[in-house]
Structure formats: C-alpha cells, structure tokens
C-alpha cells in the first residue's frame, strides 16, 4: 500500500474485504485442519493448521504491525508464548527475569530450570547494581515485564535493552498489562514482545492466548519453525475471536484508563486505604519513568488496605460489580487477591521479597460505567467500619 496507517486503524482495517472467494467483509473463520493440494508436487500456501492458517496469520499480522515487530507467532496461551522465547535457550545459558514477574512465568522458569533446560536468575531490574551483575554473568535472555504485576512498578525499557545489547543479551518485554495501544517496546530497543492475548489485546475473558513479536525476520522465521515443531500454535476458533476482540483494543482501552485514574485517584483519598500502586498517580515514584515510555498509564491497579482479615472478607463480600478472580484486560471488572491467587505458586518467601502481602488487592477496571465502580468501591469500603 506505501501508506503508513495510523495504529487504531491497522486494528479495525487488516483483512478487511480480503476474501476473494465471495467478498466476505470480516475475514472468514477458517476452520480446517488440513488444506487440499493441487497435485503431486504442488507447493499450496496452506497444508496443516499446525504449521499454518489463514484465521491465524491475519492475527499474527495485526498484532506485529501494531507492535511495529517483523512478525508474530500466535500461541495458545500467554505461557506458552513465554515458553516459546524461552525456547531460544540450550542447557548451560542463562536467563535474567524480574524477581516480581508474572507468577505462572515464575514457576515455568524454576520448573524448566529444575529440569536442566537452561538456568535462571531473578532479580530486581530498577536496582542498577543488580542488573550490572546479573549482565556481568553474560545472560543469553533477559525478559523484563513493565508495569510489574501486581505493584505497578515501571522499569527503563531503553536503558535496560541498551545495557542488555551492550553485553551481548537478547531482550523481551511482556507487555501484557499495557498493550501496544500503550506501549512499543520494539521502538526502545527490544528484540522481542510477549503477550498474554487473554488480556486486553482479546479483552472479553473468552479465550486464552498469547503472541510473540519479534523485531526481526529471521527471529519470527525460526520461532515460527519452533512453535510447529512443537505444537504449540492455537486454534483457528480462538484467533478469529482473539481478531473479533483486537478490533476495539484501543477505545477500550482508553475509556479504562480514563476510568482507572478517577479510581486511584478515589482510593487514594480514603482513609481506610493504605498505599495505592497506580503510575497514572503524580505522587507515584513511577510516574515519570512511566510517563517517558507508556502512551498512557493503563487500566491496572493495585492497593493496600489498612484492616485484618475480617475487614478484608467483608470488603471483598461486600462488592457488586467487582469479581473475585484472577485475570485483567476484560470488559468486566475484576478484583483480585494476589497472595492467595495470582501468585500464590511463587511461595511465600518469593511473595515477601517482590513486598506481595497478604494486604495487597489488585483491581482491573472494566468497561462499567466509572461512576458505578467508584460507589461499589465506596459501599464495600464502608461496610468494613459496621
Ligand atoms: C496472564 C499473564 C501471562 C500468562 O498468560 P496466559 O494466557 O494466562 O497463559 C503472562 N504474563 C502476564 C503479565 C500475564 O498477565
């Protein structure tokens, strides 16, 4: 086309009115498994869904134009997007993750370590001195998650890749908390993006998947190799949903994070609330970083609140239109309590290390109307102190 085409319209425009069979407007659901051959010796651009499928290469598409990456293999999960960029790794090389990533990445580090598919080293990626020594190991990998999950905490994308590139270390940012509506990691400098497409790039809690970007042809050619080879592609049902959902990514988006900021701002003031872990909040210590890197501070949240068990039971009880669950990114609001869900498989002594207690909720705000969340939030709050 020779046009550069503006984010929100690669969202809504890619495979639109390509269907050269009957002229379907919305790119067809292309079910089948497996795809007919002309003849002996045909090549046809499609043989085995596995390997490849229509459904899916338009998601792969979209999601690599708008993370600005050569290419993106379609997972059938976030995990198994994080275990794809893992696979770049052999026995004896070195990792380097955040000490507070994402618990489900946690425990698939240790358990590939224990095993003896590569080693890894957790550590605290805003602490200079830390990631100097961690890069001084030469790391093949590093993956770095910002905004961390659950506290909110906002890492230096361009410093930490440059730094990473300097040693000879390959870098990923998981950018499932964000998405690139509001953050493009592969503009900082990084070679990779992961995402749990369960989250806000599908946005309607109906499927799990996940994707990696990559920067480079030759990183997609192989990781597209590697995601055949061991099967980890997903279904061409869950792409053409995931399509469905990535359409509105960026509306969405926007009026969660415009309802998200009147919510911190809320809990910030109430006095049965203790420290409130949001970026978009000018009081935040990672509010500029935060402000230098995002397009925005998204739609994620998490809070301490000042009471014991009970006070928590009662609050937690006591809310409408907040669900006790795990997951983020949804139309719906969720709430959830990372200590004895999200990052429970983490262990208690990992938890104290990342400052995850058992105080902490965190909160993924919906597409409910502002107003509502904020007096369920109010209501819940107040039914503590009776
Ligand atoms: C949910 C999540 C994952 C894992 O994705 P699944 O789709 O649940 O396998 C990885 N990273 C982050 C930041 C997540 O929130």
């Known amino acids: 086309m020779g046009m550069t085409r503006d984010p929100r319209t690669i969202a809504v425009s890619q495979g639109i009115a390509t269907d050269t069979a009957f002229g379907s407007v919305v790119p067809p659901l292309y079910l089948s498994s497996t795809f007919a051959f002309q003849g002996l010796g045909d090549q046809p651009r499609y043989e085995y869904s596995r390997a490849g499928n229509p459904t899916r290469d338009i998601l792969g598409t979209t999601i690599a134009e708008l993370e600005g990456g050569a290419g993106a293999v379609i997972t059938a999960s976030g995990t198994a997007a994080v275990d794809l960029f893992l696979s770049l790794l052999r026995p004896g090389d070195l990792v380097v993750a955040p000490h507070d990533c994402y618990g489900g990445t946690y425990r698939l580090l240790v358990a590939r370590q224990e095993r003896g598919h590569f080693n890894v080293l957790f550590v605290d990626q805003g602490n200079d001195e830390q990631v100097r020594a961690a890069l001084a190991a030469k790391p093949k990998l590093m993956l770095i998650e910002t905004p961390s999950n659950p506290l909110m905490r906002v890492v230096d994308i361009r410093a930490l890749t440059s730094r990473a590139r300097d040693a000879g270390t390959r870098t990923a940012v998981d950018n499932t908390f964000l998405s690139p509506a509001l953050q493009r990691p592969l503009t900082m400098g990084a070679d990779f993006v992961i995402h749990s497409t369960t989250k806000y790039i599908n946005g309607h809690s109906d499927v799990v998947g ?38 509105t990514l960026f509306p969405r988006i926007k009026q969660q994070q415009h309802a998200a900021m009147l919510i911190a701002e809320f809990l910030n003031d109430h006095p049965a609330v203790g420290k409130v872990y949001y970026p978009g909040l000018a009081s935040d210590p990672n509010h500029a970083l935060a402000a230098s890197q995002q397009a925005g501070f998204g739609a994620m949240m998490s809070f301490e609140l000042a009471s014991d068990a009970a006070g928590r039971n009662q609050f937690v009880s006591s809310l409408g239109l907040f669900t006790l669950a795990e ?29 995850i207690t058992d105080r902490l909720f965190r909160l993924s705000i919906g597409l409910e109307f502002e107003g509502d969340l904020i007096d369920d939030l109010k209501q819940a709050l107040a039914s503590m102190q009776s």
């Open 210 to 247: 996940g994707a990696v970007v990559a920067a480079d042809p030759a990183d997609f050619e192989e990781l597209s190799i590697w995601s055949n080879t061991v099967g980890v592609t997903c279904s061409p049902f869950d792409a053409h949903m995931t399509l469905r959902g990535v359409r």
């Open 327 to 355: 997951s983020l990114g949804g139309i719906e609001s969720l709430i959830a309590h990372p200590f004895s869900m999200t990052h429970r498989a983490m262990g208690e002594e990992a938890m104290g290390v990342a400052g």
